[in-house]
C-alpha cells in the first residue's frame, strides 16, 4: 500500500505526515521542545513552515537496554536534539467528534528507550477510537542529574505541545490520559505530583510502576556528587563540557557501582516541579488512576541470573530471613503454597517482584482509597511460552498487549505466535480506550474491603484480593 501525504494545519504550524495500513494518519518526530545540556526546556511553540513528519525524530542518547537492544536499536540515531513526539490519528479528523486522547510515557529505567520503539506504534490503538501521542524526554544524567527533574520537565512541555495543538488532530484537549510502563508508569505517578500537571493531563494509567526508583532530595544529591566524582569535575557546569561519550560512560560506571538500589537517574521529590512527597501528593491527587503489575516481573532478569539460577533451599531460606524477618517461615509457606513445583531461585524472583513492584502498587491504591480519591487496580497474569515459559509473566510482556501491537517487530519474541493472545490483547487495549473515554474502565473501583482487581490472562476475571497471604507478609 502507497503511503498518500497527509497535511495538517496546526496553531504551531502545518504538518505533513502520512497514511497508515488501518486508514489513519500518522506524523512523526514532531518537534515539541529545545533544550541546552542541563537545562530546562523551551516550548516550540511557532515555526512548522509544512513540517515533515513522515519518519521518526533522533532518540535521547543512550546505551540500549534489553529491549532496545532486541529491536536493534540504531545508536546512529541518537542526539540530544530529542525532544520530539509522535501523533496516530485513526482517521481523518474532520469526519469525527473531538477524541480522547492517549499520551504514551516509555519505560526503560529512566536510562533507555524512545517513544519510537515499534511496540509503541499508536496505530492499532488509535484505530479504537482515540488519538495516540508517544513522547521522548531526556534520559540518565541529561534528563535526571541533581534534582532539577529536567526529564519531568520534558514530559511537562510534551503534554503542553498536546494542549496547543492536538484539536488539530482530531484530540481532545479536555479529555487527556497520561500512560506508561515502568519508568515510564512510576512518570506517570510523579506527575501527578506536579502542580503543573493542572489542565494538562485529566486521567492517568501506570503499568508495572517502578515506584521505587523515585527518590528523595538527599539520594539526589548523593549521586549527583557520585558522578562528578566518576567524571573527575567539581560542578555540572565543568560536567556540561563533557563529551556525550563520555557521559554515557560515566553514566555505566556508576550504574555499575552499586546492585541493590537503581535510582540513579529519576524523578526527585522536592526537586523542580516535583512535591515534597511524591507518593503522598500523588495519593491525593483526584486525577483518577489505574494501576496494575505482572505477576511474574521479575523473571524477566532473574531467570538469566546465575546467582538465582544456582540458589538452593538453604538460599532461599537464608533469603526469607533477609527480607521478612519474623515472618520469614510464613513467607515460605505461602511463596511455596502459591508457585507449587517454583525452584529457590523462582521464588526469590517472586518476592522481588513483590518488593519492587504489586506490593509498592497496592500500597498507592490502599493510600488513594483512603483519600476518596478513584482508583483501580489489574493484575496481568498471562504466561508467556517463549523461553521454555521461563520468564512467565514477566516485566515488560504486558505492552504489545497494551497496544494491541502483537505483529509489532519483536513482539513474537516476548509472546510467542499462539492465538489466545489476540483476545487477552483485544480486552487490555478496550480496557485502556475506555479509561480514557469514559473516565473509567469496566470493573470496580478499589476499595479496601474487597479489593477488586481484574486479573488479565486468557480468562480475564474480577478477582477479590487475589494472594492475600503474600499482601500480609508486607502489611
Known amino acids: 500500500m502507497t503511503s498518500d501525504i497527509r497535511t495538517i494545519s496546526t496553531p504551531s504550524g502545518s504538518i505533513s505526515g502520512k497514511t497508515t495500513p ?19 526546556p ?32 540504531d545508536p546512529s540515531h541518537m542526539n540530544e536534539d530529542c525532544l520530539n513526539l509522535n501523533v496516530y490519528v485513526p482517521h481523518d479528523p474532520v469526519e469525527s467528534q473531538p477524541l480522547p486522547v492517549l499520551v504514551w510515557i516509555h519505560g526503560g529505567a529512566y536510562t533507555n528507550g524512545a ?27 541529561l534528563g535526571f542529574l541533581g534534582d532539577e527533574n529536567y526529564g ?25 490520559t497520561i500512560f506508561g510502563e515502568s519508568a515510564g508508569g512510576s512518570a506517570v505517578i510523579s506527575l501527578l505530583a506536579s502542580k503543573e500537571i493542572s489542565g494538562l493531563a485529566h486521567k492517568a494509567w501506570a503499568m508495572s510502576p517502578s515506584i521505587n526508583q523515585l527518590r528523595n532530595y538527599d539520594r539526589s544529591q548523593e549521586l ?5 566524582d566518576i567524571a573527575g569535575v567539581t560542578t555540572i557546569e565543568e560536567a556540561r563540557r563533557l563529551s556525550m561519550e563520555e557521559i554515557l560512560a560515566i553514566q555505566q560506571t556508576q550504574m555499575a557501582s552499586e546492585t541493590k538500589e537503581f535510582d540513579f537517574y529519576s524523578p526527585t521529590a522536592g526537586g523542580t516541579a516535583l512535591a515534597k512527597d511524591i507518593l503522598d501528593t500523588a495519593a491525593r ?8 503489575t505482572n505477576r511474574d516481573e521479575n523473571k524477566l532478569w532473574s531467570t538469566f541470573d546465575p546467582l538465582l539460577i544456582g540458589a538452593d533451599q538453604s538460599r532461599w531460606e537464608e533469603f526469607t530471613v533477609e527480607t521478612f524477618g519474623d515472618k520469614a517461615a510464613d513467607a515460605r509457606i505461602a511463596y511455596e503454597m502459591l508457585r507449587p513445583g517454583e525452584a529457590p531461585g523462582g521464588l526469590m ?25 478513584p482508583t483501580w487496580m489489574y493484575w496481568f497474569t498471562w504466561p508467556t511460552p517463549v523461553f521454555g515459559g521461563g520468564v512467565g509473566c514477566c516485566h515488560a510482556l504486558d505492552i504489545p ?3 494491541d501491537n502483537l505483529h509489532a517487530e519483536g513482539a513474537e519474541m516476548m509472546t510467542g505466535d499462539g492465538p489466545e493472545r489476540a483476545g487477552i490483547a483485544d480486552r487490555f487495549a478496550s480496557e485502556i480506550v475506555a479509561f480514557a473515554t469514559h473516565g473509567h474502565p469496566s470493573w470496580s473501583q478499589f476499595n479496601l474491603s474487597d479489593r477488586p482487581t481484574l486479573v488479565i490472562d486468557t480468562n480475564t476475571q474480577l478477582v477479590n484480593d487475589p494472594e492475600p497471604a503474600i499482601r500480609l507478609l508486607f502489611a
Open 152 to 176: 519531568t520537565l520534558d514530559m511537562l512541555s510534551a503534554l503542553r505541545w498536546v494542549q496547543r495543538n492536538i484539536s488539530s488532530f482530531g484530540g481532545n484537549t479536555s479529555n487527556v
Open 42 to 73: 523551551v516550548d516550540i511553540t511557532t515555526g512548522y513552515d509544512n513540517f515533515d513528519a513522515s519518519q521518526y525524530g533522533y532518540i535521547c542518547p543512550q546505551t540500549p537496554g534489553m529491549l532496545e537492544q532486541a529491536l536493534n536499536m
Open 115 to 141: 517513544g519510537s520503539v515499534a511496540w509503541y506504534h499508536g496505530a492499532s490503538l488509535a484505530s479504537r477510537g482515540c488519538v495516540v501521542v508517544t513522547i521522548n524526554y531526556r534520559l540518565g544524567s
Open 224 to 228: 549527583l556528587q557520585q558522578f562528578l
Open 401 to 403: 498487549f497494551a497496544f
Open 349 to 373: 524472583s517472586a518476592v522481588s517482584t513483590d518488593t519492587g513492584f504489586r506490593q509498592p502498587a497496592q500500597r498507592l491504591c490502599e493510600a488513594r482509597t483512603n483519600n476518596n480519591v
Open 22 to 40: 488501518n486508514g489513519g494518519s500518522e506524523y512523526l518526530g514532531i518537534p515539541f521542545a529545545t533544550a541546552g545540556r542541563f537545562e530546562a
Open 285 to 292: 491527587s483526584p486525577i483518577p488512576l489505574v494501576v496494575g
